[in-house]
């Protein structure tokens, strides 16, 4: 829905909204925000909302601390949780003072590369994300707990699935707040869960996932629950993904679509989906973006670790899902939720218009499960793995052009530092899996 400032400022006084949380992410896409009183929101709204970046994560240092915040007046949503003294939010992009855009804010590093996108006559990238969760109990203190809140599987119901009343919340809650929900139901592990909403342009699937990740949240602690969007909570079960349907459009014509293709697939949608397997084990470091990402990504529990593309199995890392015609899309599945949205998306769109821009060649697909190929099977067909770690990752983000430009200097300079602490700190630790192994041993 379109807002104007001065809907706004109705609907704000109308409703009783006492507080509006200007919401912005950081580099790591943690939610952050300024809350300011309603008196405060017309000054809002004429973009002269200020705030200290120096405290953000990979933002900038102490003598550049100023920016701004530029609300999008379309993010406008009153939270449906709070009855009293309503709060509302308004979803900003960042500005430096002299009113260019930020280029480290990662919303505007999304709208960078979707800008290039319709430079070369694609006016929109429609994403459909497919975010899973874990849902865990908390113990007295409301702390979390390792105790999963039911043992469900694939499509159970209750009274097996425990989560369902949690999950049935979190569905009416997104729906007051405009989405258009798709699907929910448990997941193959116990305690985890998805819910599927309706595709959106580039800009707004990233709002949405955010948004998503904070009423999922919020709505599990009203259960009593602690929802994590951590990649891999659990070893012995399937992580939790976050699937990216996606595909470009000219107007109201999807171009991936060629009905006199074998598989209904234009050369557009061949060339993006070889630009997405030539870079995917650069920008696995920014789809899948911690430590414990790459404990997901192993063969075994259905996470796609192998660069490779099926119309007909989902070993390989792209999926093309069965739906033709203007549902016509590319399933990248290999990333996860604790992605940074905006930069995810962003680098997915870059390796997949370079892939147009160079007319590369798409490989054979794969309609095996690649999961019980030897290694010298993969090796003949040319199957490629993602990174096995973090540090891996993120050697191959630095080394590769493209993704590099997607990101731009501020925003990967930054990042590759931060990525580099997480994983010496990592590296550094001694984990119990180590003195259950070695303590008694040596």
Request: proline share 7%; with cysteine.
């Amino acid at each position: 829905m379109s807002y104007s400032k001065e809907d706004i400022l109705r609907i704000a006084k109308e409703e009783n909204v006492r507080f509006i949380r200007l919401q912005f992410t950081d580099l790591l896409g943690t939610i952050k925000n300024v809350e300011i009183p309603v008196s405060q929101l017309p000054k809002a709204l004429n973009n002269k909302m200020m705030f200290d970046g120096s405290s953000i994560e990979g933002y900038v240092r102490i003598e550049e601390s100023d920016m701004y915040l530029y609300p999008d007046l379309d993010t406008w949503v009153i939270f449906p949780w709070v009855s009293q003294d309503r709060v509302a939010r308004l979803i900003c992009d960042v500005y430096l003072p002299d009113g260019t855009p930020f280029p480290g804010d990662p919303r505007g590093i999304l709208k960078r590369c979707l800008k290039e996108a319709e430079e070369m006559g694609y006016t929109s990238m429609n994403v459909g994300p497919e975010p899973e969760f874990f849902l865990f109990k908390t113990d007295e203190k409301g702390n979390p707990t390792m105790e999963l809140n039911d043992q469900g599987g694939y499509f159970d119901l209750a009274p097996t699935d425990l989560g369902e009343n949690c999950r049935r919340d979190i569905v009416l809650t997104l729906e007051e707040m405009g989405f258009e929900i798709e699907a929910s139901h448990h997941e193959v592990a116990p305690g985890q869960h998805e819910i599927d909403f309706k595709y959106a342009d580039a800009v707004k699937a990233a709002d949405q996932i955010q948004t998503f990740k904070l009423v999922v949240k919020t709505i599990a602690r009203q259960h009593g629950l602690i929802a994590t969007f951590m990649p891999k909570p659990l070893f012995g079960v399937n992580g939790s993904g976050m699937h990216c349907n996606q595909s470009l459009f000219n107007g109201n014509e999807n171009v991936f679509v060629d009905e006199s293709d074998e598989l209904g697939l234009s050369p557009t949608a061949r060339h993006f989906m070889a630009g997405i397997l030539k870079h995917a084990r650069a920008f696995a470091a920014i789809t899948n973006p911690t430590v414990n990402s790459y404990k997901r990504l192993v063969p075994g529990y259905e996470a796609p670790c192998y660069v490779a593309w099926s119309a007909s199995n989902r070993s390989p890392m792209i999926r093309i899902p069965a739906s033709r015609g203007l549902s016509t899309r590319v399933e990248v599945r290999n990333p996860d939720p604790a992605a940074n949205p905006y930069l995810a998306l962003a680098v997915m769109l870059k390796a997949g218009l370079d892939g147009i821009k160079r007319k590369l060649p798409l490989p054979a697909p794969i309609d095996r499960n690649i999961y019980v190929m030897s290694e010298e099977e993969r090796i003949e067909e040319g199957i490629p793995s993602l990174p096995a770690s973090l540090k891996e990752a993120v050697n191959e983000l630095i080394r590769n052009e493209v993704i590099c430009e997607a990101l731009g200097d501020h925003a990967l300079t930054h990042f590759y530092e931060l990525k580099e602490i997480e994983w010496d700190m990592y590296r550094t630790q001694v984990h119990q899996w180590e003195r259950d192994q070695y303590i008694t041993l040596y």
